[in-house]
């Protein structure tokens, strides 16, 4: 973390402007992502924050978090079929939840695998919505329960609109297709970037979130795409060559 | 165990498929299942798939009718065309009128060869992958120009990511089916495995998924819960394995 506390303004300026810059260039859907997610934790005080994406068959996947555990709390409602992000998604509404401790009644399957599993108190879900149909979630998670106030909660919803508008504008968004065409690109990269980190966890004895770290700054040190690094990880002998770069611990968002 | 989220049924390719890994043992046979499907179910008149390797190799398993088999056989001849770009980048190639000169600027000799010699109107290319690991590709073809639906194209998209899993599951456990393990979906763990698998046994991508669901297959496990075991460290692949 950076020793000066930043203001929320400048936090935004930053933001927008990191999200601006990758909208450039060629970029990846899930490098954005994940960057959206590091700077909705950063922005919104979260503990962590997630996305979901639908893939072709109608079905979500997990596509960006900022944290393993953020990974777990959705599994944990995709394997329930039921949760605040799922019913987000369905709903296409934003769905908020102070306290996971009240939600046994209305997803109790979740809420089981929450007390048993779960690292976080507080939920909050917002739809990435276009064109009236749902592509995905984007989900806030709190170890304390509380409640968003309003303004964070419509800040959560202008980045999760960021996202869509990402997701669209990869490529010129020439035919109604492109979007499915798009997700699972998206899909097939985070794939391709577990793999990658998997591969760095082994060759330099890390955790996958450290693993993931490395592969993140080596991309952006050298703004090559994530997921064209981490297929050259998997494919060639890229690795020795990220774990050999030595960064210093960063202020970035993790 | 439902792990992902079902907001609407598998549509006819998809439970064409289903039916398919219960009854069909070699690549072939497989393919010409996965084709069939496709036409029937995909607003198509034809459909190949071919096999591509990093070796450059590549061996067409099956071309429906003689018009696919002829838009593959041009494109492995002159190197180029929406089969072979899907191959190299991994993403969906989808040329609705190929008469129209900006959808085929990247593979222009493939173009006038393919208006030369078919009457074909429409190409649809989509990759058979699985993260890093590229199988190969499902090509489809239609003489009337004009895009798929979003639901004929989620269909075709589904058809080929499930035509990639039954290639690899056939080739790790032919005829037992279980490629369909639903923890394959979305279960961030068995690609990391098969990343920190490839380093041990020195193989790639497509080898180390292979032996992890071998393994898991001999012991009776699900392939979650063995790479849940070997990204926590309590197991790890060896050499001589078996």
Same mark, same amino acid.
């Given at each position: ?10 936090? $935004?300026?930053?933001a927008?402007v990191? $999200?601006?810059d990758?909208l ?7 490098d954005?992502? !994940?960057?959206?997610? /590091?700077?909705?934790v950063e922005?919104?005080?979260?503990? #962590? ?15 960006? *978090?900022?944290h ?8 944990m ?5 039921? +949760?605040?992000?799922v ?8 769905? *908020?939840?102070?306290?996971?401790i009240?939600? #046994? @009644? ?11 599993? /779960? ?14 149909? #749902?592509? +995905? #979630? ?7 329960? @509380? ?6 909660? =419509? ?5 999760? !609109?960021?996202?869509?508008? @990402? ?8 035919r /109604? ?20 980190? +998997? =591969? ?5 004895n890390? *955790? ?29 002998? $890229?690795? *020795? ?9 960063s202020?970035?968002? !993790? | ?31 010409e ?17 071919s096999?591509?390797?990093?070796s450059?190799?590549?061996e ?8 696919a088999?002829?838009? &593959? ?8 065309g929406?089969?072979? &770009? ?19 600027i ?12 078919s ?14 690991i ?12 004009g ?46 495995a ?9 193989v ?24 849940h075991d ?9 050499q001589?394995?078996?």
């Amino acid at each position: 973390m950076s020793q000066v506390v930043r203001s929320r303004e400048q936090l $935004l300026s930053r933001a927008f402007v990191g $999200l601006a810059d990758t909208l450039v260039d060629d970029y990846d859907i899930i490098d954005l992502l !994940d960057r959206l997610v /590091g700077y909705s934790v950063e922005l919104l005080a979260a503990d #962590a924050a997630g996305i979901m994406l639908v893939d072709s068959q109608r079905t979500l996947q997990v596509v960006a *978090s900022s944290h393993e555990d953020a990974d777990v709390m959705e599994l944990m409602q995709l394997e329930a079929d039921q +949760g605040p992000c799922v019913e987000c998604f369905r709903t296409q509404a934003p769905v *908020s939840v102070p306290d996971l401790i009240d939600a #046994a @009644g209305r997803w109790p399957v979740f809420a089981a695998a929450v007390e048993s599993r /779960g690292a976080y108190r507080s939920v909050h879900a917002l739809p990435l919505r276009l064109r009236g149909e #749902a592509i +995905g #979630a984007m989900n806030l998670f709190h170890r304390q329960p @509380g409640t968003l106030p309003e303004a964070d909660l =419509v800040l959560g919803q202008a980045l999760a !609109d960021v996202a869509t508008i @990402g997701i669209l504008s990869e490529r010129a968004a020439r035919r /109604g297709e492109v979007v499915t065409e798009q997700l699972q690109t998206a899909l097939n990269n985070r794939v391709i970037i577990e793999q990658a980190k +998997g =591969v760095l966890a082994h060759r330099g004895n890390l *955790s996958m979130n450290a693993a993931f770290d490395r592969l993140r700054r080596y991309a952006r040190n050298r703004n090559a795409l994530l997921s064209e690094v981490a297929r050259q990880v998997v494919e060639t002998d $890229l690795a *020795s060559e990220v774990l050999a770069t030595r960064v210093a611990p960063s202020n970035a968002v !993790d | 165990m439902v792990r992902s989220v079902g907001v609407a049924e598998p549509g006819s390719v998809a439970q064409a498929m289903l039916a398919i890994a219960r009854e069909v043992g070699g690549d072939h046979e497989l393919a010409e299942q996965i084709c069939q499907a496709c036409v029937l179910g995909v607003d198509v008149d034809g459909a190949a798939i071919s096999l591509l390797t990093a070796s450059a190799s590549r061996e067409t398993l099956c071309a429906s009718d003689a018009t696919a088999e002829l838009l &593959e056989d041009l494109q492995f001849s002159l190197g180029e065309g929406a089969c072979i &770009e899907a191959a190299l980048t991994g993403r969906p190639v989808l040329v609705p009128d190929l008469h129209h000169s900006t959808q085929t600027i990247r593979w222009p000799i493939f173009a006038a060869a393919v208006m030369e010699q078919s009457d074909v109107g429409a190409l649809f290319a989509l990759p058979l992958q699985w993260g890093a690991i590229n199988l190969g590709v499902l090509d489809m073809y239609r003489t009337a120009p004009g895009s798929l639906n979003g639901a004929q194209l989620r269909e075709a998209i589904s058809a080929a990511n499930m035509a990639a899993l039954m290639f690899l599951g056939v080739r790790s456990d032919p005829g037992n089916g279980r490629w369909l393990d639903h923890s394959l979906h979305g279960r961030a763990e068995v690609h990391q495995a098969t990343g920190m698998i490839l380093v041990q046994l020195g193989v790639s991508a497509t080898d180390a998924l292979a032996r992890m669901r071998a393994y898991a297959f001999v012991e009776q496990r699900l392939l979650s819960d063995v790479a849940h075991d070997v990204v926590s460290r309590r197991l790890c692949f060896t050499q001589d394995m078996a």
